[in-house]
């Protein structure tokens, strides 16, 4: 998968590739995790060669890159699952493998977000959105039911006194309340389906993340 597009940024046009990642770049895919998920995030959870290998071993559909004037801004990765073997109930750690994939299953119903990243100079510039756009496509593509991932919650530890996690997705969802992660699905066509409790060590979303789909229309 290749395309070529035009990201504006400061009102300036910036011609964009969207591509699959390959061993090449991995050096540069982990420095793009490290400025986009600074501390508090877990240093253990960003990407490490090894698993960038199964990524592009096991599954170079799900393995994307976005990439200006030859540099990499961003990323995002994804598995097959089939979700009856995981439930509603499940984490990052065991759906994704702890992020090494060796559970994908191409016979799967459900292509499942390993994780997405953008370095913040690029935020706001639309291509979160259309790396996210590219994975919908390859869920018409490859005939799938839908998309499916958990969406961090940053903000709720400042509201987690006075509020469930699940209190907090209605706030968000009622406009009361702002988080960047659930709002920036929400603007991708992502919908909430639930909450999953102890998905990810994750201090500011106090550990939860919000289970967000995007259904194949075609299905």
Excluded at 12 to 22: A, H, L, V
Excluded at 135 to 163: F, N, W
Excluded at 168 to 183: A, M
């Amino acid at each position: 998968m290749r395309k070529e597009l035009y990201l504006f940024v400061d009102g300036k046009p910036q011609r964009t590739i969207i591509r699959r990642y390959e061993k090449a770049d991995f050096q540069a895919l982990i420095d793009v995790q490290r400025v986009s998920f600074p501390p508090p995030f877990p240093e253990e959870l960003w990407w490490n060669e090894e698993q960038l290998l199964q990524h592009v071993t096991r599954f170079p559909d799900g393995a994307l890159c976005a990439e200006v004037d030859g540099r990499i801004i961003g990323s995002m990765t994804s598995l097959i699952v089939n979700m009856d073997d995981y439930g509603h109930a499940h984490n990052w750690e065991t759906i994704t493998d702890s992020g090494y994939i060796r559970n994908h299953n191409g016979n799967g119903n459900t292509l499942y977000v390993v994780d997405i990243c953008v370095i913040p100079e690029y935020r706001g510039s639309g291509i979160g959105k259309w790396l996210m756009q590219s994975m919908y496509e390859t869920v018409v593509e490859l005939g799938l039911s839908r998309l499916l991932g958990g969406g961090r919650m940053p903000g709720y530890h400042l509201h987690a006194h006075e509020a469930t996690p699940e209190a907090y997705l209605e706030k968000v969802l009622q406009g009361e309340w702002k988080d960047p992660v659930i709002t920036f699905l929400l603007n991708c066509g992502r919908m909430p389906i639930g909450i999953a409790h102890h998905y990810l060590e994750d201090e500011q979303s106090l550990h939860s993340a919000v289970l967000m789909e995007w259904r194949n229309p075609f299905k």
